[in-house]
């Protein structure tokens, strides 16, 4: 590594998933551009992380293994207090980088001086086993494009220069979900989010969140900036409310509450409407889909 390349730290956060882990670190291994230091933080696992982490020795590696469970907040956190490189990568344990996306998002920063932290596109894997692909505009996010919610997937394609998090704080352990949205709309005070189109990610859908996980983070994170947002724009306001009743229909939906899933999302749909066609496309689908499954 040269010297005018900026340290990268990769923060792993893992709980009972030691065979997709391996992929994980895998696929860290693999880079084209070796980082600085990996972190692999265990939330209190059950399973045997340490063997499997040594397995890894080719990579500048270390284990810190939390006493407590405390979530995917706590766990990041505890790798960003250890964490001594210029920027910080995370990666999800149940999820994979492509080979050359620590060489590309580091080569973006270095063209971006000013952004702070980005994204990339990435691939999703579906319990189904199909696969779709999420990419973007070469642009940059602000708060208005947060509204709606969190499409980014930062918690394996998140890139971040680590003096931010002085600024802006670390994520919030008290959300069992939704963490990554909350952070990223405090970040957005202090830098734009830089969009790269390439897919250097998958991630692989393992589950979903439980309901009262969702509903919790919902009523929190929207006490915490649902001002923040209506102060930003009337639209901006709208939509982050349609976003939370989103959530919520989307919640029940996964728990065969269909009724109340159907409720929520006419509430979504009243509060902001105008949404683009491929959204109301995604809807039926997901419905049609479910519907087969419980069918077969």
């Known amino acids: ?82 964490a001594k490189g210029e920027y910080l990568g995370f990666l999800d344990s149940d999820d994979l980088w492509r080979p050359d996306k620590i060489e590309k998002q580091t080569a973006y920063h270095a063209t971006n001086s000013d952004i702070l932290l980005s994204c990339t596109g990435y691939a999703i894997l579906r319990m189904d086993g199909k696969e779709s692909m999420v990419t973007y505009e070469t642009k940059n996010y602000s708060l208005p494009e947060l509204a709606f919610g969190c499409s980014l997937s930062p918690g394996s394609t998140l890139f971040v220069k680590r003096s931010i998090f ?63 947002f209506a102060q930003c724009s009337v639209k901006a306001g709208l939509q982050f409310r349609a976003a939370l009743a989103n959530e919520m229909a989307v919640a029940n939906f996964r728990r065969h509450s269909f009724l109340a899933a159907f409720i929520w999302l006419l509430r979504s749909l009243f509060i902001y409407p105008f949404r683009q066609p491929n959204y109301y496309l995604r809807v039926l689908s997901g419905a049609l889909r479910t519907l087969a499954e419980r069918s077969a």
């Open 1 to 82: 590594m040269t010297t005018d390349v900026p340290l990268v730290s990769v923060i792993i956060p893992t709980y009972n998933r030691i065979n997709l882990l391996d992929e994980a670190l895998a696929s860290v291994a693999a880079q084209s551009l070796t980082p600085y230091e990996v972190i692999v933080v265990d939330d209190a696992s059950t399973e045997d992380v340490v063997r499997k982490v040594s397995d890894f020795g080719m990579l500048p590696i270390s284990l810190i293994r939390r006493p407590v469970r405390g979530g995917a907040a706590a766990a990041r956190n505890t790798g960003i207090l250890e």
């Open 166 to 228: 002085e600024e802006v704080g670390m994520f919030d352990e008290t959300l069992p979900r939704l963490e990554d949205w909350d952070w990223l709309i405090r970040a957005v005070a202090v830098s734009r989010i830089g969009l790269m189109p390439q897919i250097l990610a998958t991630i692989q859908q393992t589950g979903f969140a439980p309901y009262d996980s969702v509903k919790i983070a919902v009523e929190q994170v929207g006490s915490q900036h649902r001002k923040l």
